[in-house]
Structure formats: C-alpha cells, structure tokens
C-alpha cells in the first residue's frame, strides 16, 4: 500500500534489517520437520528478547523445522486472520537477519517495537518473515513462542538474493512471538450518518464495495498542514500506539483527484502497525486516539506524506485519504 514508507506490501519496512533477504514473492510447501529436529536453543519467555544459541557443528534441516517454545493461552490462529508479531532472526553463524526487538534509529525510550503486522499466509507479503515462517503461524496459539529453522533454501527458496551473502546451505533460524490475532472481515466498513465535510475539504462517498469517492473542491488550494474529519463517529475502542490498525481505506491525489491506491483494489480491510514509523507520518500522526468503527479523513501535506523520499512518484503531492477504521490487533 502507497501509506508505507517504500512500497505497497512493504508494511515491514522500517524494521531494522542489515540485508535483504528476499527478492521475489514465493510460494510454501507443507514440508515442515518435526520439532525434534531443532538443533538450535532459544531462552527467554515470550514477550522478551529471545536469546538464540547454535551448538557448535550444527547443521541445519534441508526442511523448514517447526518448534513451539511455549504456547500461549489464547485464541489459535488461523490462515487468513491477522497477526501482530515479534521477531528475531539469525543465520546459524551469528548473522543478524532483524529483530523487532531492536530499537528504530532516533526512536524514545520505553517506545512501541515496531512489530510485523500481517496476514497469515504462505505468499510472500512483506519482507521480514519467509512465507514458510510465516505460514508456520497458523495453528499457533496467541501468546506463544515458537521457532522455525532449516537451510537458507528450505526456508526462502528462490526468492534468496544472492546479494545477501547468504548462501542457500546456510542455516537461518526465525523465533516468533504471536503477540496478537483476529479474524476479520474483508468488505468490513463504517456504518453509521456521515457528517458533511468541514469548509475546504473534500467530499467523500464510500458506498458499496468499492472505493471511496473523494472529491477535492475546485479552485481550493491544499492546505499546508496536516488536516482530518472524524466523518462517522465510531463506538469501539481507542487505537492505541502500537496497535495493528485493520482498515478500508482511499486515497488520492489533492492535485488532480486521481485514486492512487485502495484497500478495495487488494482485496479489502488489510492492516499495518500505527505510531510507530510503518506507515506514512500524516496517518500516525491522525489515527492514533481514534476509534475502532470511525471514519476518518485525512488530508496529508508533502512534508507528513512522502516529502522525504523525492524519489517517490507522490513526493510532491498532497494527500487525501478515507479511512474506516474496522478494528485493531
């Protein structure tokens, strides 16, 4: 989705990552080992920085092995809900390969981690975690620890970039934490009256299943701060920072009203972590303190939207978006 920093899928982006990993999407067979094929230890209790030991000489599966560490006590997990994670990878030589657990550059103490925020499957959907780790999600309970080990080419396949300096014998291991779950409904949206758009902003009509229609007033130049309506009044919970927003969204260009991106366009409600750099600031900056069943619009100027990176096609523009916020994880 065009709301991250980098790319639409990259909703991971801002995570501390020394290599890229992955280069293309890639597909999950069912070939996960037994647990009593780990060779690696990991200490710590869920919900802290695992400590991750390989015994000297091990040698990594040629298949993606599945361990639970400790399992939690909540709902399982299903393919197709959507997961707020934690993470530490490594290759079995030492290599850092990322951790939520490392904190973001110029990022306050006592701060949210930025955490993988996804749908659990067995495509490429971000780039922290393999699809067979993140398949390996499903059947898991929410509150556990589990890890998933194996070679650089059981775990990733094809998509290893060669510029990783991994090579595809090289053990890798993921330790995952399933912070939180839910099942959603995709054609979720706000329901409730909408309230007329304040002087100077935009109409918005989100009727059916489809994209919003947004409507940038004639001859009205952009204003040069950040701008939101709360334009149907939710009864659900404050999104806190930190959450894992799921939401229906639109967006546009104030320029010349052409729709740049939609959830609709994707597949429906998708979810990203809020207040905590995933996405872009002007959505931080206005969806934190909302609630769950708002919509909300927002209107973005270039310095909270994509300013920083002149290299992005939306640098100059200013943004508007609709937002249903149809629930958090």
Known sequence: MNLTKNTRRAAASALTVPILLFTAACGSDDDKGASDDAVVKVEGAAGAKP???????AKPADKAVTKTLVEGKGAVVKKGDLVRLDFSAQSMKGQNLGSSWTPQPGSKPGAPRTQVVSEVTDQMTQQMLPPKVMSAVAGQKVGSRFEVEGTAKALIGEGLNPQSG?????GLVWVVDVVGAKKVDKKAKAEGEQAAPEDGLPEVKAEGEKAATITVPKGEKAPSGLKEQVLIKGKGPKVKTGDGLIAQYTGVKWEDGKKFDSSWDHGGATAFQIGTGQVVQGWDKALVGKNVGDRV???????LGYGASPQHELAKNTLVFSVDIVGTV
């Open 166 to 170: 991994i090579k595809p014998g090289d």
């Open 297 to 303: 619009e927002i209107v973005i100027p270039p310095k």
């Open 51 to 57: 400590k991750i030991t390989v015994p000297k000489d």
